[in-house]
């Protein structure tokens, strides 16, 4: 009936029909940023040693979802072009991209405040992204230029944001553990109500430091907890090569632990939100994020000599972190999707624009080598140092800047 009416309408009344049905079609319906309470089930359930597991009921909202989705699809996107810059010879030294792993940050995040404290491996520049750090910051410290989070001087190791608590990715592998549990020390001993979250991967696990570290964090009941991203390769080889035990939540023994799909992003918040409130009340505890690296160790490492391309495409069909939440998404009808393809599409070109950005970004000037060396103000400035600068610029200085009175002391 409807059809046959609009066939026998004049030729206008058509067009005006259509025209209407198609801006209709063509509107975009915005993400749902509801906050109305949505209960979902992790995908597997915890696994808890010397504690009690919680609860696999997790409850989130439309709003928290959306964000999931649009972090996790910034991160993936910035690695991507982080890949593309090294082999471009934009990005120099190492590299470590954290593409598969995540739901680890953006879940973590959730359940901190910025009065938390995180301090994390090399394999930093989502972490960093997920505390407030910009596209921009990231690329212009890969590339080393002045408007990175290092002042161009980090780079990809090293990236810090101290306003949020951010004390940064070390290149020294295990070495942020025991300085972690410094800051834990730190909250404890100013009554901060705080903790600090301190991240490693497997491959560190096997450091004495860390058992040390944990261990005086016990002794001391620091609020600590330590965080292993197990992706189940120490550079290129397998957990199971280099650890006896690789149950890694359970390797402090006397401190309690919980193995979590780490590529769920609601799971790492439960988790995340329990273990902050045991370590306020009693201590250290150790969680096990089961995740995944897609690209190799580092840019030198193609990641496919030790493991097989069907394993690397089996994680990202079953449990890749992005589709899980997009999943979710979808089957609460909080939004089409067409709608998440186009976030995408505004994702790729805002990482777009801040590579365009840092690559205008001046590198640092060569007096910047021997700045944030030492504090300023506390009289252990070096005046070798100064002179360094001097020399390198060709230029000559009066004694009397140095603090010489006798010009044969120059």
């Known amino acids: 009936m409807a059809l ?13 029909l259509l025209k209407l049905l198609s801006s209709a ?4 319906r915005p993400i749902s940023t509801d906050t109305t309470p ?23 909202n439309a709003k928290e979802l959306a964000t999931f989705f649009r972090d996790m699809v910034v991160m993936r996107r910035m690695e991507i072009a982080a890949d593309s810059l090294y082999k471009a010879k934009l990005i120099r030294g190492f590299c470590h991209l954290y593409d598969g792993q995540e739901a680890v940050a953006v879940g973590m995040e959730a359940a901190l405040t910025k009065k938390d404290c995180i301090i994390t491996s090399y394999r930093d520049h989502c972490t960093f992204v997920a505390r407030g750090g910009t596209l921009l910051e990231v690329f212009a410290e890969l590339m080393g230029r002045q408007a990175g989070c290092s002042k161009g001087k980090g780079g990809s ?10 004390y940064g990715g070390h290149g020294i592998v295990g070495a942020q553990v025991p300085l972690g549990c410094g800051l834990a020390f730190a909250q404890k001993y100013c009554k901060d109500e705080a903790v600090t979250f301190a991240l490693y991967g497997d491959g560190a696990a096997n450091q004495g430091q860390l058992f040390e570290a944990l261990n005086i964090s016990a002794l001391w009941d ?15 080889t397998a957990e199971w090569r280099a650890a006896k035990s ?21 799971a790492v918040k439960q988790a995340c939100a329990f273990a902050k409130e045991h ?9 096990e994020m089961d995740t995944y690296r897609y690209h190799g160790h580092s840019m030198s490492d193609p990641g496919s000599t030790y493991r097989t391309r069907d394993e690397i495409t089996g994680v990202r069909q079953e449990r890749d972190p992005i589709e899980r939440i997009r999943k979710l998404i979808l089957s609460h009808d909080l939004s089409t999707d067409k709608e998440l393809k186009d976030i995408e599409k505004e994702v790729r070109k805002e990482v777009d624009d801040a590579i365009a950005q840092a690559k205008e970004n001046p590198v640092p000037e060569p007096s910047e080598l021997f700045s944030d060396v030492y504090a300023k103000g506390l009289g252990v400035e070096s005046k070798y140092m100064q002179k360094s600068i001097y020399r390198h610029k060709g230029d000559e200085l009066p004694s009397q800047a140095f603090g010489y009175n006798n010009p044969s002391e120059h």
């Open 4 to 16: 046959s009416h609009l066939s026998s309408s004049s030729p206008s009344r058509c067009a005006n």
């Open 25 to 28: 079609i063509s509107l975009r």
């Open 38 to 60: 949505i209960t979902v089930e992790t995908s597997v359930p915890f696994t808890a040693h010397q504690c009690e597991a919680p609860s696999r009921t997790v409850q989130t």
């Open 157 to 166: 190791m090293h990236f810090y944001k101290k306003d949020s608590n951010f």
């Open 222 to 236: 620091l609020p600590a907890i330590l965080v292993c991203e197990n992706n189940h390769y120490g550079m290129g």
């Open 246 to 266: 690789p149950a890694y939540y359970k390797r402090g023994d006397y401190a309690p632990g919980l193995k979590v799909d780490g590529m769920d992003a609601l």
């Open 279 to 287: 370590a306020l009340k009693n201590g250290p505890i150790i969680l």
